[in-house]
Structure formats: structure tokens, C-alpha cells
């Protein structure tokens, strides 16, 4: 017979090996749980990536499809932020096809595009909120009217602009020309002016899209330093490019005075170079627009 000690040990023997059957059946469920829990969402991820091909196809066929006036419903129906990212870029694609025809762009298309690629902007996914800005300000481009340019030059969006300006080449460049006015032309002059020389080029297509009657004497009369004034003869002192002074029997007599006057001024610098320059000037200007020369 087996003493109250022994009975006692054997009970505790009993209750340690129950409480570890028990902490291992635990562990056992929680293993089972977590694989299957693995193995749903794997299913799931599945699902999801099926479902995003799929609709990122069907994206892709509905721009090829896509008629003028329906952009806003394009945007709308895709609230997932890498489609809309998508959308975007599909629509950048068929910019030149969805002017129809036309210089721009329907008002219907530009409100949708202006307000939805705006607040796209600040999409907390990096893709979107890039690839929006840029059709923001290009919207903004497309739609433009008359003095509206000049608040873009000197926006945040500066650079942007002034690249879309100057890439004539680009596919969908929106067609700018013909829809400015005198305060645009200003502000471009003015940013142009102030980064010479390597702003040349921006510089002359203002220039040559401002057909003003006096517009000559009137960006000649601007407060320009010597130096602003030698870069805009070396411009248009020569036989390449445009250059108003080929044109100088169709200019006003204050344009053909005021040319005159910038000559006078550089033939009377300090700087001996730039009065080398200036005669090599009123040599040129004597051959190729004799107008000029005469008073």
C-alpha cells in the first residue's frame, strides 16, 4: 500500500504532464490557424492580382475606344489609385486623338481633367500624384486663353510650362500659339531676359509670336543692361532663326528708331568688345536691312 506521499507526488506528476499536453495542443491550434490564415491570404493576393490585369486590360482597350467628351467618365470609374495612375497614362497616349480634329481639347474634357488630375495631386501614392501634376499642367496648357500664360510663368509650375513651350516636338504639345496677349508675351520676355543666354530660344519665339504693331521699340525701350542688349543683337544679327530686322521695311518708325538707338548705345560702351560688336552689327544691318541704316 502506497504511503500519502507517494499519492501526493504521483497527483502532482499527473497535473504537470495535463498542463503540458495542454500548452502543446495550444501551440498546435495556433500553427493550424496561422497556415491557414497564410493560405487565405495567398488565395486572396491571387484573386487581387487576377482582378487588377484583368481590369488594368480592359483599361488599356477603353482608351483606344475612347471618344471626346467621355474623359471625365474615364477618371471617375476608377477609384483604385494605381489605376487611375494607369488611366493617366493611357490618356497621355491618345492626346492627340481626343482633340478630334481641333486645336484643343473639348471644355467638357479639360474641366474633368483640371479637376480630377488637381486633386489627384495629393494622392498619398507617389506614381499618381506625379503623373497627375503633369497632366494638371498640361490641362492647364491645353485650355489656355489670352493673359492667362503669364500667371504660369511665374507659378510653381515655371519649368514645367517652359518645357512644354520649347519641346515643339513632343506628342500632344499643347498648341499655345495664336491664344496670347500682351501681358503674356511680357511676363515670357521678362523671365527670358533675366537667364540669358541660355533662355535664347524661349526669348525669340516670344518675339516672333508677338506680331504687335511697335512691339520692337517697345521691348528695346525695357531699363536692359548692356549685356541683355548684346545678347539680343547677337540673336537677331544674324542670317539664322527669325529676326525682326529682316522685316525692318514693314516696321514702324519708332521700331526702326529705336533699333537705331540700341546700336548708338553699344557703339559707346566701355567695354571695347562689345563696341567690336556693335560695329560688326552696323555693318550687318547696313547690308541686310538698309532701312535701318538710314535715318
Not at 477603353?62 to 474615364?74: A, C, K, N, S
Not at 543666354?197 to 526669348?203: D, E, N, Q, T
Not at 517697345?218 to 539680343?232: K, P
Request: glycine share 8%; with cysteine; hydrophobic share 35%.
Amino acid at each position: 500500500m502506497k504511503s500519502l506521499g507517494e499519492v501526493s507526488s504521483g497527483g502532482e506528476g499527473m497535473r504537470v504532464n495535463s498542463g503540458w499536453e495542454t500548452g502543446r495542443l495550444y501551440a498546435l491550434t495556433v500553427l493550424v490557424i496561422g497556415f491557414l490564415l497564410s493560405g487565405c491570404s495567398g488565395i486572396h493576393d491571387a484573386i487581387g492580382g487576377s482582378s487588377y490585369k484583368s481590369r488594368a486590360k480592359a483599361i488599356r482597350l477603353e482608351g483606344e475606344q475612347l471618344r471626346p467628351g467621355d474623359v471625365g467618365t474615364f477618371l471617375r470609374e476608377n477609384s483604385d489609385q494605381k489605376l487611375r495612375f494607369l488611366v493617366y497614362k493611357v490618356l497621355e497616349q491618345h492626346r492627340v486623338r481626343l482633340r478630334s480634329g481641333n486645336t484643343q481639347w473639348s471644355p467638357l474634357d479639360l474641366v474633368a481633367m483640371e479637376e480630377e488630375a488637381h486633386r489627384d495631386m495629393d494622392s498619398s501614392y507617389g506614381p499618381l500624384s506625379k503623373v497627375a501634376r503633369q497632366h494638371y499642367i498640361w490641362a492647364r496648357l491645353e485650355a489656355l486663353e489670352p493673359g492667362e500664360l503669364a500667371g504660369l510663368i511665374k507659378s510653381e509650375y515655371t519649368l514645367d510650362v517652359v518645357t512644354w513651350i520649347m519641346d515643339w516636338e513632343k506628342p500632344g504639345r499643347p498648341q499655345i500659339e495664336g491664344r496670347l496677349n500682351r501681358k503674356d508675351f511680357e511676363a515670357v520676355q521678362m523671365y527670358s531676359m533675366a537667364r540669358l543666354p541660355s533662355s535664347r530660344y524661349l526669348l525669340r519665339w516670344s518675339l516672333e509670336q508677338d506680331h504687335r504693331p511697335g512691339q520692337v521699340a517697345g521691348f528695346l525701350s525695357e531699363d536692359w543692361s548692356d549685356q541683355q542688349l548684346v545678347e539680343i543683337l547677337r540673336m537677331w544679327c544674324t542670317s539664322e532663326g527669325w529676326s525682326p530686322l529682316v522685316h525692318a521695311d514693314s516696321m514702324r518708325p519708332s521700331d526702326r528708331e529705336a533699333v537705331r538707338a540700341t546700336l548708338s548705345r553699344l557703339e559707346q560702351s566701355r567695354d571695347p568688345l562689345v563696341r567690336r560688336e556693335a560695329t560688326t552689327w552696323r555693318s550687318w544691318v547696313a547690308k541686310r536691312a538698309p532701312m535701318l541704316a538710314r535715318r
